[in-house]
């Protein structure tokens, strides 16, 4: 038994002064009016009020003073909260690391893991003295530090209260790494309130309220922290979840748009299902499946006539976890670049800008050498009005302001070096080395789009010049002479180089520099470039990330602001800077994003965020928790809650004060 006040000092003078105020009502010598009677036989009780109201007169026992001054001392006893714990916490500093992922929506108790977690976290703050601070975080992937130490309860319970649940995966490292970093300063202070002194490192112990979905933490160093895991959930729930869903284009049948999900099936048994597919909120198809306990299966839906919108894939199916039966993917017109070729003549560049996939996304215009003197030409590029500019053997004066390639030439960069490939010059130029040839392509770069797909082992060249880009650039083609292609940015705007060129100029005409022109993989370099360097769309299906994380949206240089519109209904406003990719990172909500562009009614590109974590749908509760080689076991059997009984104290006294009632009447009527 151990007692925690619930009264300051001040209050409890208070207290203490009601009892000698209720024993002096007893004492007062009341002001009766005198009457003369001829006996005093009949009036026996009055006499005896009458001594028991004189001042000194010794008190004859009275039953309702007994039951005042009793209903008084149990009012007291309740302030002081009696009670017990299964362990003496008294002074320790606590933190209480609580798990909001989309795991901890789950149904599997009641209201939901994460209500349950709260409920369980207020239990153990009401096993707490003045004399313990607590700390509250709440984590995903990501860890929100609710309140800092404090030994103030209510604000302590508030924090908790306060904690919402997300869509996102789980990762209790950065929670775990910034309850280390809180829990040994050599200060801490949060908003100024209730500033907790720290000289030297205090042990302090974390309760980690989760299912386990977060693996093995590897080589985690607690330090000073002494892990509680209590988990939450039943052992297994069963729950079915979809992991992928995705849109394609099919080859095989004539370019007919298909979408296949996977789904998995986490439970013992074989589950039997229905989905339903949506285009923009109308129900576009349905299906039924069946998946045996513990594997995935897939679901396919062929899509006639369908050349944009919004999908949602539904699993009519009730389980443990909501969040992960639906799905979302949007169909992305492509869409239309505009791509300026100044070229002297190049029919294999030209050919290659006329093939049906590169015309699906781009509107190209070829022009001569002469027309960057054109005021045309000026006007335009001042106004952005090209979003990729191909200068073919020519080079202009200035940098347009457009993304460009330079194939076989030189651009026009301030403070460009034409150097010799020994020598030494500033990192942040571009440098250029002296023409040399033959030239054998040793390597390309194949994380990036414009080279991914090419093989150029097969390729002879005649003559190049190497091509080193600023530290900021990246070299996707090696030669055996050095760099031979780079891409750099340029402020807002992405400049490629090719250091040969296709054709070349001679006094007696043009004369061939590379077969690479007549090769298979040209015309895919060349669609890869204006995909990548216009930002043109070419996939059906559009880009789709995970709750939380950025996206980088790599959107026209001809619009200075854009509006990104979630699902939820919420606008945020884009204004072009000195990068050319955004990375947009207000991704919470699950669904379908649209960019809209200033004066364009429709959207210029959309993305979809999803769930699709297996380890989310996995239901089951983990046991441990899993450090490297150490283990933390589930501890919920071992914290026990502090149990009080100052509501049962209150009701005791609550029935005394109607006994005390009724005796009082009864007195009074009798």
């Avoid at 992922?101 to 976290?121: G, H, I």
């Avoid at 530290?471 to 400049?495: C, H, K, N, T, Y």
Wanted: charged share 20%; with cysteine.
């Amino acid at each position: 038994m151990n007692w925690i006040s619930a009264l300051s000092p001040m209050q409890w003078l208070l207290m203490m002064a009601i009892p000698p105020a209720v024993l002096s009502l007893y004492f007062l010598k009341l002001k009766r009016r005198e009457l003369v009677v001829p006996s005093t036989l009949l009036w026996k009780k009055a006499m005896e009020d009458i001594h028991v109201n004189s001042i000194w007169q010794r008190l004859r026992k009275n039953l309702l003073l007994y039951l005042q001054v009793l209903f008084l001392a149990l009012i007291a006893l309740a302030c002081l909260r009696p009670g017990w714990s299964g362990q003496n916490r008294v002074g320790e500093r606590r933190i209480y690391i609580i798990d909001n992922s989309a795991s901890m929506q789950a149904t599997d108790v009641q209201p939901s893991r994460l209500e349950m977690a709260k409920k369980k976290v207020k239990e153990l703050l009401s096993d707490t003295t003045g004399d313990d601070v607590g700390m509250v975080i709440a984590f995903s992937d990501r860890a929100d530090v609710r309140q800092g130490f404090t030994n103030d309860r209510n604000r302590l319970l508030s924090a908790v209260d306060s904690i919402e649940p997300t869509s996102h995966a789980t990762d209790v490292g950065e929670a775990l790494r910034a309850a280390a970093g809180l829990a040994n300063p050599g200060r801490s202070s949060f908003d100024n309130l209730n500033d907790i002194m720290v000289a030297d490192a205090i042990p302090a112990t974390v309760y980690l309220l989760s299912d386990g979905a977060f693996g093995d933490l590897g080589d985690f160093d607690l330090g000073k922290l002494k892990l509680e895991y209590l988990p939450i959930g039943e052992p297994k729930a069963a729950n079915l979840g979809i992991i992928s869903f995705a849109v394609q284009r099919n080859e095989d049948k004539n370019g007919q748009l298909e979408t296949f999900a996977r789904i998995v099936n986490n439970s013992d048994e074989k589950v039997e299902f229905s989905a339903s597919l949506e285009l923009d909120g109308q129900l576009l198809d349905a299906s039924t499946g069946s998946i045996e306990a513990g594997q995935e299966s897939g679901l396919l839906f062929e899509l006639s006539d369908v050349e944009q919108g919004q999908l949602k894939l539904q699993l009519d199916y009730t389980d443990s976890l909501a969040v992960d039966n639906t799905a979302y993917a949007a169909i992305r017109p492509a869409r239309p670049i505009n791509v300026l070729l100044i070229t002297p003549g190049n029919s294999a560049l030209e050919t290659a800008l006329q093939t049906p996939r590169v015309q699906l996304v781009a509107s190209v215009r070829i022009e001569p050498p002469s027309f960057m003197t054109d005021p045309l030409y000026i006007t335009a590029t001042a106004d952005a009005n090209f979003d990729l500019i191909l200068f073919d053997q020519c080079a202009p004066k200035e940098m347009p302001a457009s993304n460009t390639m330079f194939i076989g030439s030189v651009p026009p960069f301030p403070a460009t070096a034409i150097a010799n490939p020994g020598d030494a010059t500033d990192k942040n130029q571009w440098r250029f080395g002296q023409p040399q040839g033959p030239v054998v392509v040793l390597d390309v770069n194949r994380s990036n789009t414009i080279t991914q797909y090419l093989e150029m082992g097969a390729v002879s060249i005649v003559e190049a010049r190497t091509v080193t880009p600023p530290e900021s650039g990246v070299v996707l083609m090696s030669a055996d002479i050095g760099p031979i292609l780079s891409v750099a940015p340029r402020g807002p705007f992405q400049d490629a180089v090719l250091g040969f060129s296709i054709v070349q100029a001679t006094n007696e005409g043009s004369s061939i520099n590379t077969d690479w022109g007549i090769k298979r993989s040209f015309p895919v370099f060349v669609y890869s470039a204006v995909e990548y360097l216009g930002g043109g769309i070419t996939e059906s299906s559009a880009p789709t990330v995970q709750p939380g994380w950025p996206i980088g949206l790599l959107l026209s240089n001809r619009f200075k602001n854009f509006q990104v519109i979630a699902p939820n209904g919420e606008k945020t406003e884009l204004t072009r800077g000195d990068e050319s990719r955004y990375n947009f990172t207000k991704t919470d909500a699950l669904g379908a994003y649209q960019v809209f562009a200033e004066g364009f009614e429709r959207p210029v590109e959309t993305f979809c965020v999803n769930l699709f974590s297996s380890r989310e749908s996995n239901l089951t509760v983990a046991d441990s928790v899993s450090m490297g080689f150490e283990k933390v076991v589930a501890s919920g059997a071992l914290v026990q809650a502090r149990q009080e009984i100052w509501r049962w104290i209150l009701l005791l006294g609550l029935a005394l004060l109607v006994v005390e009632w009724i005796v009082f009447n009864r007195r009074v009527f009798i």
